[in-house]
């Protein structure tokens, strides 16, 4: 066979249809498309009589390898990925929602989700009712008989409050309950132990958990996931090969994280409620948290590492902090890096809800949200004090 020209080497590249090796972890499968043997096997692919890939947004490797992963970890039958958290939010919504129903949603959400519910209202003739998830009788008044969907966060976002799942579950009857799990992960509460139908993650915080990823996962029954990989595929929502190969790397060290973070959480927030400069803390491992009584029932294991507080100078003390803090504790709006860092909702996660009903619901212009790491308590308490001394 004679040598081919160089632009058909270059364009078709040396590779073999196999592995002839066993890495000792999953390849990257950085592919837009799988090649067919021909069309028997497109056919056998399409139709799930034999195991096989066809196009990325459709489905890949890597997706499957971390959908599977975070379903077990949740004990749920099955999982699909999607390119953030709000994907997810979308996906589950959209696969289970149509024009003229009912959605019944916590009140404190991330900003974001509430921001979504309402887009699909206006839009899109969705019917939402926000209601107060830490009362199941609130939830169940707001039901109607179009209602198909109950959303709420295991541990809000951000005052870290802990649902009574169980009694909510009982309280919506025949209404799937959707959980939003991403403070809590599986490794401190699994929802779907506790009656909820559908669980979702912003993988972009503690599943991968080092602040490199944008990613989300859905985990439920396989009928429902057949639904929302549907949705994943059509609307183009599906995540990309290496967000979910670094998802899956992240998860290895997810039990450890988790058991650390709370741990140091905990430390934290006794030290800063003992500290003059700060007016409260909100962490529902201290006896003064209102969910302290359903964080000893249900999160056995630790609370996580997500607290928030406000200063004795209020909204006026958040600027100098923030200052002081930059080079150690750095304000960053996201969470669960390995890192500890600081967030100020009222500006970030929660800045689209009306300034009025953001202020009601206790998320005030002067709330702090610290995100804990693995970084060493110590050191961090150090840093937090230096600082909280320096603050008008
Ligand atoms: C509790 C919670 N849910 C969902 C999301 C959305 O996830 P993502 O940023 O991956 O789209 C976030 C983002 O901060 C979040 O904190």
């Known amino acids: 066979m004679t040598q081919p020209d160089d632009p058909t080497i270059c364009a078709r590249g040396g590779w073999f249809d196999d592995f002839t090796t066993r890495p000792s972890n999953p390849p990257i499968y950085q592919t837009t498309a799988f090649d067919l043997h021909g069309i028997e096997q497109l056919d056998a692919v399409v139709s799930g009589a034999e195991q096989g890939y066809i196009y990325t947004r459709d489905g890949n490797p890597n997706h499957a390898a971390f959908a599977a992963d975070v379903a077990a970890l949740e004990r749920a039958e099955a999982g699909a990925v999607c390119a953030s958290g709000m994907g997810a939010v979308s996906a589950i919504l959209l696969s ?31 019917e939402v009712t926000f209601a107060d998830a830490n009362s199941a009788e609130s939830l169940a008044e707001a039901k109607r008989d179009n209602t198909k969907l109950c959303l709420v966060e295991s541990v809000s976002n951000p005052l870290i409050e802990v649902i009574d799942l ?66 994943t595929s059509l609307f ?60 000893t029932k249900f999160l056995p294991n630790g609370c996580g590492g997500m607290l928030s507080f406000e200063l004795a100078a209020g909204a006026d003390g958040v600027r100098p902090l923030f200052r002081e803090l930059a080079e150690s504790i750095p304000f960053s709006p996201t969470l669960a890096d390995c890192r500890t860092t600081l967030s100020w909702p ?33 050191d961090v308490i150090s840093e937090l004090d230096a600082a909280l001394n320096l603050v008008p």
């Open 96 to 126: 289970h929602l149509k024009t003229g129903d009912h959605v019944v949603a916590g009140r404190i959400l991330y900003g974001r989700t509430s921001q979504q519910l309402a887009e699909l209202q206006r839009c899109f003739g969705i």
């Open 166 to 231: 169980p009694a909510i579950v009982d309280a919506m009857g025949d209404v799937p309950v959707v959980v939003d799990n991403t403070f809590a992960t599986p490794c401190l509460f699994r929802p779907i132990e506790h009656g909820a139908s559908l669980v979702f993650h912003s993988a972009s915080k503690y599943l991968n958990g080092h602040g490199d990823v944008m990613l989300g996962v859905v985990v439920g029954n396989v009928a429902a996931m057949t639904g929302v990989r549907r949705v």
């Open 236 to 295: 183009g929502l599906n995540a990309n090969p290496m967000e979910c190969w670094l998802g899956s790397r992240g998860l290895r060290t997810l039990p450890l994280r988790m058991r650390q973070v709370s741990e140091s959480a905990q430390k934290i927030a006794e030290f800063l409620e003992a500290h003059p400069a700060v007016a409260s803390v909100i962490y529902p491992g201290l006896a003064s948290h209102e969910s302290h009584d359903l964080a």
């Open 346 to 378: 009222a500006g970030t996660s929660h800045k689209f809800i009306p300034t009025e009903d953001r202020r009601a619901w206790g998320i005030s212009d002067g709330l702090i949200r610290l995100s804990v790491g693995i970084d060493s308590t110590e």
